[in-house]
């Protein structure tokens, strides 16, 4: 029979194998026909990749029109026409600023020629630029004759006659004949109709996007959520909102980066500024390393005008300067601190859209992926190219510190939490991310991924966490500013500990409670409730507590006398999974109290927030005195039990939930 079971697992698992290599083969042939028909179509979607793009920047000008009652065709004609008025204003600009750059740069030649001899100079007057010279000289011409051995010291042919001197060679010109009319024409043709064409496209492509923009916007949603309108509606239009958003103020930014660039090289002197500016704003699209490109043209103009190196070293200077203070202080005010995109993506993209179309992919290419995120983000079908592209962290926080404990990586997990301690207290550090990891360790040795000694591991590296976290403070530190801000004052709410949870005097400690043991906190089946219980014990230690921590093994039936009674006021029952092992720890609870019955007990039932509702069952079912399902809860439990009472105060009710 259980070979029988074993075989159809067997088959099972193939077939499984199958379907997922099926599905992988089939996706990377859509991948590949998708790259295929881009590249082999670039003339169409080139087009149709900057009529989007341009209708998202131009959208906000149609919706304005609009919303003064102008019909939507007049708006979108209205908007079109300025926008393509503009865009050929700029290349006229650009044509004559080239053709008078063209005609002057016959007059730097002195000068250039002037530095390029005084770098020659330079260079032969150092020793050690003579020698690599002189070295890649040998390694250039390993063939050539030794001096002895040129024609000129040939030997005499044999008989002892005179040679006769070798004829002169006869010059040969080719002359091409005086293009005609129709030649020339086609030149021009060839030159001139590809991008007007390619313009025409383009607008063609915009104007229907901005007239059909709802019933396009319609396709999407059934293409892509058909099964919940209202969501993807709502996502679309957030969408579309905010790369309109996006490219509009990209576009103005590097607009305005032109004009200073094209100021400033005016006011240097160096020629053609509106002609740099231009490219300076066009080529800023480009990543990184746009605005540094645009760089090199006006820096070697400058050194070609200027007899110093006064000029060319101001024109550095200007986008040295204004690039790091656009990119760092004024792009994160506008929109953010990034496009989204994660660094290895930007040039990952810019490699990717440079290799299928060329320069145009490589402008395009920060925008089309940025549409490409929002879209991954927005769309159930394409969230992996949010997580591939994005630069939202790939794993949540929990996540990540469940798998720096899977990784034994106890310093990566520290410095997680030294990351969110700036801002945040240790308890919510402890609440919001390591318990939630625990839960997921807990889950994992449910199911049987994690045996004993997995999880002996992941108690072992919270615990050197905790270690590492002993001198952290309870809130965190403000900084000098907010300091002075709030000189003689409270904590903000969002950083001090709530009342509840404050620590206690000296003088608000029941004496019972002084005992350095008079907390004990015990796990109830395995390491991962230790972890938990390792974890309770510090917070109550750093709240003026004394807490001691005892492993599961202390509760088996035959080693219950081991578990520690000197001084116990207390006992924190620490569990995952209680509402799978309610007579596990019924049991527990009743030897606890054999063994210390004049000991409160605290259930701390570590659970989901989705499943805390099932607190007050658990709690009757166990027989504790009290309660608790988080960290903050079970912290404020044993603190009231620890507080000072008057005299003539009543005992807490049975069964309590904190």
Request: proline share 7%; charged share 20%.
């Amino acid at each position: 029979m259980s070979d029988l079971l074993s075989s159809a697992s067997t088959r099972t698992k193939i077939r499984l194998g199958g379907r997922r290599n099926d599905d992988t083969l089939t996706t990377i042939v859509v991948a590949a026909f998708i790259i295929a028909a881009l590249y082999l179509g670039r003339q169409i979607f080139v087009p149709i990749a900057i009529a989007v793009l341009l209708s998202f920047v131009l959208a906000p000008a149609v919706l304005l029109l609009r919303r003064w009652r102008v019909a939507r065709s007049v708006s979108v004609l209205i908007v079109v026409f300025i926008a393509f008025s503009f865009i050929f204003g700029l290349g006229t600009i650009i044509t004559r600023q080239v053709s008078d750059l063209a005609n002057e740069l016959p007059r730097y030649q002195v000068t250039i020629a002037q530095k390029m001899e005084t770098v020659r100079t330079a260079a032969t007057g150092s020793l050690f630029i003579s020698h690599v010279a002189d070295a890649f000289r040998s390694v250039g011409n390993p063939f050539a004759r030794r001096r002895g051995d040129s024609p000129e010291n040939a030997p005499a042919q044999s008989g002892g006659g005179a040679q006769e001197p070798a004829p002169e060679p006869v010059p040969v010109e080719v002359h091409q004949p005086a293009p005609g009319p129709m030649e020339m024409l086609q030149t021009v043709a060839s030159t001139v109709l590809e991008p007007l064409a390619t313009a025409g496209i383009v607008a063609i492509f915009i104007i229907f996007i901005l007239m059909q923009r709802e019933d396009l916007r319609d396709r999407m949603i059934r293409l892509f959520g058909g099964g919940d309108l209202h969501r993807t509606t709502v996502a679309l239009d957030d969408a579309a909102r905010r790369l309109s958003r996006f490219f509009l103020v990209q576009t103005a930014l590097n607009a305005a980066f032109g004009v200073v660039i094209a100021i400033g090289l005016s006011i240097i002197g160096v020629p053609s500024p509106m002609l740099w500016g231009l490219l300076a704003a066009i080529l800023r699209f480009v990543p990184y390393i746009g605005a540094f490109v645009s760089a090199l043209g006006p820096i070697a103009l400058a050194a070609a005008v200027d007899p110093g190196w006064s000029m060319a070293i101001l024109t550095l200077a200007l986008f040295l300067v204004l690039e790091p203070i656009t990119g760092q202080v004024i792009e994160p005010l506008l929109y953010g601190h990034s496009t989204g995109l994660s660094p290895i993506a930007v040039v990952v993209s810019a490699t990717f859209w440079t290799w299928l179309w060329g320069p145009i992919g490589l402008l395009l290419a920060t925008p089309l992926t940025v549409c490409l995120v929002v879209l991954g983000r927005h769309v159930e079908r394409l969230t992996f190219l949010d997580i591939v592209l994005s630069d939202a962290p790939a794993l949540t926080p929990p996540e990540g510190f469940y798998q720096r404990m899977l990784a034994g990586d106890p310093s990566e997990a520290a410095d997680q939490a030294n990351d969110y301690l700036r801002t945040g207290k240790l308890i919510d550090f402890y609440d919001e991310i390591a318990f939630p990891s625990l839960i997921m360790g807990q889950a994992d040795a449910r199911r049987g991924l994690l045996d004993e000694a997995h999880q002996a591991e992941i108690r072992d590296t919270i615990g050197e966490v905790i270690d590492d976290l002993d001198e952290a403070d309870l809130e965190p530190k403000l900084n000098e500013a907010e300091a002075k801000a709030k000189e003689g004052e409270a904590p903000a709410p969002a950083l001090a500990l709530p009342p509840q949870l404050q620590v206690l005097s000296p003088d608000q400690i029941a004496p019972e409670f002084g005992a350095e043991t008079a907390v004990l906190c015990v796990a109830a089946r395995g390491p991962i409730d230790e972890a938990a219980a390792t974890v309770l014990a510090q917070l109550l230690r750093k709240h003026g507590l004394g807490a001691q921590v005892a492993g599961a093994e202390t509760l088996a039936p035959g080693r219950i006398g081991r578990l520690p009674t000197h001084d116990v006021a207390l006992v924190c029952l620490s569990a995952f999974d209680a509402d799978l092992a309610s007579a596990h720890l019924r049991y527990a609870v009743r030897r606890i109290r054999r063994r210390l019955p004049h000991a409160q007990i605290v259930g701390c039932f570590w659970m989901p927030k989705e499943t805390q509702e099932r607190a007050p069952d658990m709690c009757a079912n166990t027989g504790t005195d009290i309660c608790a399902t988080s960290l903050p809860k079970a912290l404020e439990a044993c603190l009231e039990a620890a507080r000072r009472k008057p005299a003539t105060e009543a005992e807490a009710p049975k069964n309590a939930v904190a």
